[in-house]
């Protein structure tokens, strides 16, 4: 694994005792099980699972979009669960990337103005320029592309250099290469890896296809809520 030195001083992903509790009394489900999982900066995680699992949850809760029932979730260490409001979504936009199936771009932005979008949301510089990153994904000569100009492998290159664009400690990817061909998923999530490891990210990628799995650090696998190795 190559890391930049950045990554020393980062904190990753840290999720202890996390329970996920629906509904109540015979219609109870735990939705994740006394989770535990790590995620150092620089290292790419993949979880796999049947659907139903709770594999989404578990991404949920870790970007802070979903409160657990019980335990701890830490980014850049701060527990989530301490925060609320106006502290949670500033948290999350400071700290937090996710990189969503289809990229989830916005159609009237072009590439570059899906980056800068950011840096006007959070109100600061990145610390990578945005045609740095869109360079670093193989995208710089269509930068002035909008998404509808643009392949599903392209778009996912796009959606990966935005997630960047704040400086995230953690990166959540849900099903990457959901719309992609073989060829253009390993390219997708070799391009995921490398970029988790320059940048010293603490990446969780939530995916179905096995064939990708050898670029990531560790593969573990969710079943019925509860986290296990494959």
Do not use: Y
Not at 62 to 73: F, K
Not at 205 to 216: A, G
């Amino acid at each position: 694994m190559t890391t930049t030195t950045a990554t020393a001083t980062r904190t990753g992903l840290a999720l202890s005792d996390v329970v996920l509790t629906f509904g109540d009394g015979d219609t109870q489900v735990n939705a994740l099980d006394h989770v535990d999982l790590t995620v150092a900066p620089g290292e790419i995680v993949a979880i796999v699972g049947p659907s139903g699992a709770g594999k989404s949850s578990l991404l949920a809760v870790a970007g802070g979009l979903t409160r657990p029932t019980s335990g701890s979730v830490v980014v850049a260490g701060h527990d989530l669960t301490s925060l609320s409001g106006g502290a949670l979504a500033r948290f999350r936009r400071e700290n937090l990337g996710f990189v969503f199936q289809s990229g989830n771009l916005v159609p009237a932005l072009t590439a570059i103005d899906q980056l800068r979008l950011v840096e006007k949301i959070t109100g600061r510089r990145a610390a990578t320029p945005p045609e740095r990153l869109l360079e670093s994904v193989g995208m710089a000569e269509r930068a002035n592309r909008r998404p509808g100009k643009l392949s599903g492998g392209e778009r996912q290159r796009v959606g990966i250099a935005r997630a960047l664009v704040a400086s995230p400690s953690v990166l959540l990817v849900d099903e990457p290469t959901a719309a992609l061909d073989r060829r253009r998923s390993h390219e997708i999530v070799e391009l995921l890896a490398r970029e988790t490891h320059e940048f010293g990210v603490a990446t969780v990628m939530v995916t179905h296809d096995h064939d990708v799995l050898e670029h990531c650090d560790r593969v573990l696998e969710m079943v019925d809520g509860r986290l296990g190795t494959v």
